[in-house]
């Protein structure tokens, strides 16, 4: 992928990452995200264009409003450019390759839901039902680009299967699970099925196990308890983005335990194929 291309989707990681900072103050509120316009939440004044500028309005303003000086919060930039750093990221992961505006999307919508759980505890359906339809459209997209249509039969049933597991999990135990982590387990089979089971797997277990270190690491510096509530979907979300980025070589390593003469296909197929 030339280096043009490269800065041109980093440029689009920052403005979609300043439309998924709408998209998490407005949807938990119920609000529109396309109208009306941008504006402070505690004055009211219309954001101008000049500082609408991801990243950069927010150090040319000092990280404040320009009519009322209330401290604008480091979530909005940190947004803006962790989705930009990771389109970037996965450019060169992937790059030319048909399935790239999949992950694309499927990346935005993840970290949408990781932000509102973040704050709300909150896994809003108004972005996990887009997030699926529009990576389920980009991943038939790549299957008519490459015939691989195959790939859409694993993902398929890695949806389905990911939203039954949970699902599972949520009627045995409903304080284990909230219904939303339900339907987000269903996007990430959706999302990584493509690729194979196996980073469905890595993705739910690297996430799990991302909760559980910070929970014990939290309940022994005294500043949680068993009952202590922690936002699931962000791990989630970020075992799924691991699996995407670094996820090749542990199932390359997984599958060569098990079929040594197939398992270099793992590696390769992520990096060079659709």
Known sequence: MSPLLVVIIGLLGLAVGSFLNVAVFRVPAGLSVVRPRSACPRCATPIEARDNIPVVSWLLLGRRCRACRVPI???YPLLEALTAALFVAEALHFGRSPVLPAVLVFTAGLLALAACDAEHFLLPRKIVYPTLGLTAACLLAAAAATGRWDRIGVTAACGAGGFAVFFLLHWVRPAWLGFGDVRLAGLLGTGLGWFGPWYLVFALLAGSAAGLVLGVALMAAGRATRQTRLPFGVFLAAGAIAAILVGAPVVHW???????????ESLTFVRHRP
């Open 73 to 75: 919060p480091a979530r």
């Open 254 to 264: 997984y599958e060569s335990l098990n079929d040594p003469n197939v398992a270099g």
